[in-house]
């Protein structure tokens, strides 16, 4: 029997998918056993006119990791979209924009601004910016158009599957890839279109073994101004952790070692807006007694949009500022 054929792909990625993958570690070479890989170019030399070759629906199973920044992301999301029969946005920054998305704070000029005139690093006197289109003896060579706004990769194609975290855990994607795989022999069934896997039907706070008690807090407090209490909610530290609005699935692994839930594994199920949810939680856990003592407290929140917004700004009802 032949192999099924996988395809992955990083678009504005950090990479750290990629290395996700090969997490799973012996398991790795099932995959090999079951899969011919196609397109990889993170792994091996692939190139995009190999994919064009492909007739539409010839890739499996296809993990699409990386937010839609630029011309080039977009073109590969329609190309693999059209190969794939299955395509999984695959890590926060596919299914939600991840950090990438919080540069919807700014314009695509402003960021290029930032990068090539104002950082302190760079010496650029004459203020020269790439440009997409430049002719040389050989030919014309060209550079991808960057957007202005940040995309998730729903935001751009059609998706079958969505797997959050920052990166995905890898107990997580192998049960994914076993379900794939289980399927794709007619062993087992997908699960239904749209759906969120790799992850559970509950909160991180479920997950997390920390002591709840009572959730009343007067102020906020960032993890390195004081020495936590090793066995308390962080939350009721004073320490915003996302933990009550974060999907449950990585095992509740940032708290399990002292840091706060940051929010990767997105919104649990039911939730539209993650960052909304968070702040109603807190509006209901602040201990003041009016409104003055109220905006006091609030005003310690640290960053509020990349506290609450740290991976999904781009999938968030905000979607990005106005510029
Ligand atoms: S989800 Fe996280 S690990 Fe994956 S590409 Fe985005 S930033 Fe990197
Ligand atoms: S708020 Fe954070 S520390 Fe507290 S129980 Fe939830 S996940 Fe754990
Ligand atoms: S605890 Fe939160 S930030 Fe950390 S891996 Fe889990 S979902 Fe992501």
Redesign the pocket.
């Known amino acids: 029997m032949s192999k099924f054929k996988f395809a992955m792909y990083w678009a504005g990625s950090c990479g750290g998918c990629e290395i996700a993958l090969l997490e799973i570690q012996a398991k790795i070479i099932e995959v090999d056993q079951n899969y011919d890989v196609v397109f990889w170019p993170a792994a091996a030399d692939f190139k995009y006119k190999d994919v064009e070759g492909y007739d539409d629906g010839y890739i499996d199973v296809c993990l699409f990791n990386g937010c839609i920044r630029n011309s080039e992301n977009e073109h590969l999301a329609n190309l693999l979209r059209a190969k794939s029969k299955v395509l999984v946005a695959f890590g926060a920054c596919a299914t939600m924009g991840g950090i990438p998305g919080l540069a919807n704070l700014s314009s695509a000029q402003e960021i290029k601004d930032l990068v090539y005139t104002q950082t302190p690093s760079v010496d650029n006197p004459d203020k020269v910016y790439p440009q997409e289109r430049f002719t040389v003896p050989e030919g014309e060579l060209d550079l991808p158009h960057m957007y202005d706004t940040v995309k998730t990769l729903e935001q751009t194609v059609d998706v079958d599957y969505f797997m959050p975290g920052c990166p995905p855990e890898a107990h997580q994607i192998a049960g994914v890839l076993d379900v794939v795989t289980a399927a794709l022999k007619g062993e087992g069934e997908l699960p239904p279109k749209g759906a969120t896997i790799g992850v559970a039907p509950k909160?991180?706070?479920d997950?997390?073994?920390?002591v709840?008690d009572e959730?009343k807090i007067a102020g906020f407090r960032r993890i390195w101004e004081f020495f936590p209490d090793r066995e308390?909610?962080?939350?009721?530290q004073g320490?915003i952790?996302?933990?009550?609005a974060?999907a449950a699935g990585c095992g509740?692994r940032c708290?399990s070692v002292g840091m706060?839930?940051r929010g990767c594994y997105g919104p649990p199920e039911g939730v539209v807006d993650q960052g909304a949810k968070m702040l109603s939680t807190l509006a209901s856990i602040i201990d003041a007694p009016d409104p003055d003592e109220i905006a006091r407290i609030a005003a310690t929140v640290p960053d509020p949009v990349g506290t609450f917004y740290r991976f999904g700004l781009a999938s968030s009802l905000l979607r990005r500022a106005r510029v």
């Open positions: 909160s991180c706070c997950e997390c073994e920390r709840k959730k308390k909610c962080l939350l009721e320490v952790c996302m933990g009550p974060t509740a708290t706060a839930c």
